[in-house]
């Protein structure tokens, strides 16, 4: 049987702006079992990063809110941890990678340096050999020469696998990656997501990869949530989203992948129109106005969450319409 890692039940963030509160996560549900790898995509401002800063406890002090909803990590509630104690999580039970190693490691500090310092339990001597240990595991040749480098004199691929390393250092058993190969070229995005997959087994850690390229996602995410203006719009395993999706907005984002088959000259089909404006409320489905497939209904109610399958589930009237229409 499955082991749960991660349980986050209804969550809801908000920021205060000046021009009021922005709702940016309505309602999140979704889980993380042991070992697997969970994929969050979605168009940017759809809330994905939010959800994933806000399991860590890195929203912005100054705006934002957690206005509702529950994160349990290994069956404990850590929505209302101090900081102190979410601290003695972060960078060991959950560590997280970010998009761009360059802006995320210190520019004056060698990467020795930045594995080594701040490493709970501990000594120096064992914090650096752990540290050699894992960039060799990473693939960093020469692993004790580049520790006294600076993240310059490496290359961007390289500068990832120092991150994925340096986030390792705490045997996390819950890796956050955020868009982690999106400034990658597509061979070193392979080898990386080819590394992130070895270490979820060796480790035998759970990750959860959020993107907003549905090749990625692919490549080696086991489930994956589908998110639009702040909502889970469908989830489930990789094959049913890529081979059966159900949202018109998922359906959407598949077509506006280039294929192997089209021509030169040939238009990638687009999603028209804009996602909705999240300081405001919103009645009925937030995919309404883009949706070439809306009905009355869409624009009145909120679309409750339809089952196609134990583990697939999607917010859409139109799941709900073609099962009255069979049950006819
Ligand atoms: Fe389109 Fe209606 Fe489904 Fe929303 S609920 S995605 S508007 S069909």
Redesign the pocket.
């Known amino acids: 049987m499955s082991t749960s890692i991660l349980s986050v039940k209804d969550l809801s963030v908000g920021f205060h702006t000046y021009r009021g509160d922005i709702k940016a996560v309505r309602g999140v549900t979704f889980g993380v079992d042991e070992g697997e790898i969970v994929g969050i995509v979605g168009e940017s401002g759809c809330g994905k990063s939010v959800t994933a800063h806000a399991v860590m406890g890195l929203l912005p002090k100054e705006n934002s809110f957690i206005s509702g909803g529950s994160i349990s990590f290994m069956h404990n509630d850590i929505t209302t941890l101090s900081e102190e104690a979410m601290e003695n999580i972060r960078g060991s039970a959950i560590s997280m990678i970010f998009q761009d190693p360059m802006t995320s490691l210190n520019p004056v500090l060698t990467i020795g340096q930045q594995m080594t310092e701040g490493v709970k339990g501990l000594t120096g001597q064992e914090a650096y050999e752990k540290a050699l240990a894992l960039l060799e595991r990473v693939g960093i040749a020469n692993p004790r020469e580049r520790m006294k480098d600076y993240p310059h004199q490496f290359s961007g691929g390289m500068r990832q696998r120092v991150m994925i390393a340096m986030a390792l250092m705490g045997n996390p058993r819950l890796l956050f990656a955020d868009e982690p190969t999106t400034a990658l070229d597509v061979t070193i995005q392979a080898q990386i997501l080819a590394l992130l997959d070895e270490l979820r087994h060796d480790m035998k850690m759970s990750i959860v990869l959020v993107s907003h390229d549905l090749g990625v996602i692919a490549r080696i995410c086991d489930r994956v949530n589908v998110m639009y203006a702040g909502r889970i719009?469908e989830q489930g395993t990789v094959a049913e989203i890529f081979h059966n999706p159900q949202?018109?907005?998922t359906k959407g984002l598949l077509n506006s992948l280039p294929r192997m088959d089209m021509s030169l000259d040939e238009e990638l089909p687009v999603i028209d129109g804009q996602p909705p404006d999240l300081l405001y409320d919103i009645t009925?489905?937030s995919?309404?106005s883009r949706?070439s497939?809306?009905?009355q209904?869409?624009t009145d109610t909120k679309?409750v969450e339809q089952s196609v399958s134990d583990s697939h589930k999607a917010?859409?009237?139109?799941l709900a319409k073609n099962r009255s229409k069979e049950a006819v």
């Open positions: 719009v949202h018109p907005y009925g489905c995919f309404v949706c497939c809306a009905m209904v869409c679309p917010e859409c009237w139109l």
